[in-house]
């Protein structure tokens, strides 16, 4: 297991606010980071972070200027700090990205590649930006893909649930939480 990656994907303070639906998203996404632990996985998580002044935004792109303008993502805010209740701990690795995908705009290729790392389980808010960026990007980079269906989340139940069950499914091994523990778990 020394060659996979969990993921854990834009689950920052403010972004949590936005789109938790008290379904116990962080308490399911927490049980796959301890698993991931457990098994020896590198926990790698990626945040959203705009330097002040967004220098990195250009007005043609609608998601990034409207993220600007209700005030999300700015390096430093305390709303773009990963959400306490799922908090990396020593040995976890931290990754800045300045777009949609967890590849853009940052380091993520060249920490994998250091790793020997090939194969990614994905997770985070929400399932049509950022896991489904990362995942259109990991196919091309030619990584073995997982996605842990109920530890994605998004704004809009119908659009996660189309993703999860009839797009993903045909590009990565789509598992729940408990199940993918059980599959990696230290015999």
């Given at each position: 297991?020394?060659?996979?990656?969990?993921?854990?994907?834009?689950?920052?303070?403010?972004?949590?606010?936005?789109?938790?639906?008290?379904?116990?998203?962080?308490?399911?996404?927490?049980?796959?980071?301890?698993?991931?632990?457990?098994?020896?996985?590198?926990?790698?998580?990626?945040?959203?972070?705009?330097?002040?002044?967004?220098?990195?935004?250009?007005?043609?792109?609608?998601?990034?200027?409207?993220?600007?303008?209700?005030?999300?993502?700015?390096?430093?805010?305390?709303?773009?700090?990963?959400?306490?209740?799922?908090?990396?701990?020593?040995?976890?690795?931290?990754?800045?990205?300045?777009?949609?995908?967890?590849?853009?705009?940052?380091?993520?290729?060249?920490?994998?590649?250091?790793?020997?790392i090939d194969s990614l389980v994905l997770t985070g808010i929400a399932t049509s930006a950022v896991?489904?960026?990362?995942?259109?990007?990991?196919?091309?980079?030619?990584?073995?893909?997982?996605?842990?269906a109920d530890a994605c989340l998004d704004t809009d139940p119908e659009v996660?649930?189309?993703?999860?069950?009839?797009?993903?499914?045909?590009?990565?091994?789509?598992?729940?939480?408990?199940?993918?523990?059980?599959?990696?778990?230290?015999?």
């Amino acid at each position: 297991m020394a060659n996979r990656a969990l993921l854990v994907m834009d689950v920052q303070r403010d972004v949590v606010a936005i789109a938790d639906d008290g379904s116990g998203y962080l308490s399911r996404l927490r049980r796959a980071i301890d698993g991931a632990r457990a098994a020896g996985i590198t926990v790698i998580y990626v945040v959203l972070g705009l330097r002040p002044g967004d220098p990195e935004v250009s007005p043609r792109n609608r998601v990034m200027t409207n993220a600007v303008r209700a005030g999300l993502f700015t390096e430093g805010a305390p709303g773009t700090e990963i959400h306490d209740a799922v908090a990396p701990r020593p040995g976890d690795v931290l990754v800045a990205k300045r777009r949609g995908s967890a590849f853009s705009g940052s380091d993520l290729d060249l920490v994998l590649r250091a790793r020997d790392i090939d194969s990614l389980v994905l997770t985070g808010i929400a399932t049509s930006a950022v896991v489904l960026s990362t995942l259109w990007h990991a196919i091309d980079l030619d990584f073995d893909l997982t996605v842990l269906a109920d530890a994605c989340l998004d704004t809009d139940p119908e659009v996660h649930r189309m993703l999860i069950e009839k797009l993903f499914p045909q590009w990565a091994d789509v598992v729940a939480v408990e199940d993918w523990i059980k599959a990696i778990a230290p015999q």
